[in-house]
């Protein structure tokens, strides 16, 4: 990303000349070979739809990989894929080489227009629908519509016409059921930047883990720093009821635990790198892992230390994508999920920070461009590995 561009999406009254001119700049994919630029939904939902395929034999396609950005107010998978796109036209990535004839490639860069179009401190910064709704909520739904755990997230409501689209879209692929589905959804979570800060100034012998991001990062720089444990589970709660847990170690052990997680956030946040994680359903765990510690080894001098490239998302019971490929009885479905910092949380004050910060918009595009950097890496890495 440029600063031209940033300061584009910081001007959030004139946003809808930039999602036209994003419009305009993926509708050039017509002009590449072997890719088709497709418009679906209404005025009001645009929904920009490219497909990348060699073979147009239905029958020989054994292997659909679909790419999900800007569900919220996130831009990581959209600015990678438009990445991904000015590289085949520049000719730096060959579509001849990178492309097996067996596959096909579905990018969905930008679900959420409205979204992107009207980011306000009501909507989360972009985060919701129109009508207020979380559209990461309805993808179980949309492809098991008996799915009925986590049912709370819908409150009722209709699905969205996303989830209808997107739908459509792979329907053909979907019924045939020996096709290989591989979806990664690209997300951005502010826990990445919040929780290392609460950890680093809070953790005490009786801190309360109340999620489990907290306990993924301790459990992070015990593995780094090969710091044992004896006590056994290392996370427990005082009683089954509670709604937290706490740290089963020595004191001994606690402190040099607490000291190397002020030297961890030092080395990385220190130097602007960028804190990341992929999540798994168990149906995609083998493959994840395998993206997930590819694409960190390629990029690791610009992320954040990890023993955990990739975790498990059982931890959380909603009706997402990563979810869909254990809801679903359908065989060959492996949807993976990448979460990176943040870059937009409250637009308000990062427009006032921009604006009285002269360090702020240096920063704000190293941290945007390895953010963009890491999804293009985890599309690019996907397309060749499965």
């Known amino acids: 990303m440029d600063l031209e561009t940033l300061k584009a999406l910081l001007d959030i009254s004139n946003r809808e000349i930039l999602f036209n001119k994003i419009l305009n700049e993926f509708e050039l994919v017509k002009d590449l070979n072997y890719t ?7 005025p009001e939902t645009i929904i920009p739809v490219i497909k990348i395929a060699k073979n147009s034999k ?6 659909v990989k679909i790419f999900i950005g800007a569900q919220h107010n996130e831009y ?11 590289l085949l036209q520049e000719k730096k990535i060959s579509l001849t080489e990178l492309v097996r004839t067996d596959q096909i490639l579905i990018f969905l860069p930008l679900l959420n227009p409205y979204g992107f179009k ?20 309805f993808w179980c739904k949309t492809f098991a519509p008996d799915y009925s755990i986590g049912n709370e997230d819908l409150n009722g409501i209709a699905l969205p016409e996303q989830t209808i689209i997107v739908k459509q879209i792979l329907q053909k692929y979907w019924d045939n059921e020996d096709t290989n589905l591989y979806i990664l959804d690209f997300h951005e979570t502010s826990l990445l ?3 290392p800060i609460e950890l680093a100034n809070n953790l005490n012998p009786y801190y309360k883990f109340d999620h489990w991001l907290k306990e993924g990062i301790i459990l992070n720089i015990m593995k780094l720093y090969n710091i044992p444990y004896y006590r056994k589970p290392l996370f427990f709660k005082c009683n089954p ?49 395998k993206l997930a510690k590819k694409v960190y ?15 498990n998302h059982n931890f959380i ?7 869909m490929s254990n809801i679903t009885t359908r065989p060959n479905v492996y949807s993976m999920e990448l979460e990176s910092q943040k870059q937009f949380f409250d637009i308000i004050k990062e427009i006032e920070e921009s604006n009285s910060n002269p360090n702020y918009f240096e920063k704000k595009l190293n941290l945007i461009n390895v953010s963009i950097e890491l999804a293009l890496e985890a599309i690019k890495v996907m397309i060749n590995l499965f």
């Not at 009207?118 to 909520?137: A, I, V």
């Not at 402190?255 to 798994?280: A, D, H, S, W």
């Not at 001098?301 to 490239?309: C, I, N, R, S, V």
Request: net charge positive; proline share 3%.
């Open 193 to 195: 930047k919040r929780f």
């Open 36 to 42: 088709s630029y497709q418009i679906y939904g209404s």
């Open 297 to 311: 080894n390629n990029l690791k001098e610009k992320l954040w230390d990890t023993y955990f490239p990739a975790f």
């Open 118 to 137: 009207n980011p306000n401190r009501s909507n989360k910064s972009g985060y919701y629908l129109e009508d207020g709704t979380n559209l990461n909520r």
């Open 76 to 86: 990581n998978g959209l600015f990678a894929i438009l990445k991904f796109i000015h």
């Open 241 to 289: 009821s509670a709604d937290h847990a706490h740290l089963n170690l020595t004191h001994k052990q606690f402190e040099r635990v607490f000291k190397k997680l002020n030297e961890y956030m030092l080395r990385n946040q220190g130097k602007g790198k960028l804190p990341f994680y992929f999540c798994y359903s168990d149906k995609s765990k083998e493959y994840c892992l």
């Open 58 to 63: 239905f029958d020989e396609v054994n292997h």
């Open 317 to 323: 019971n909603h009706g997402c994508f990563v979810n």
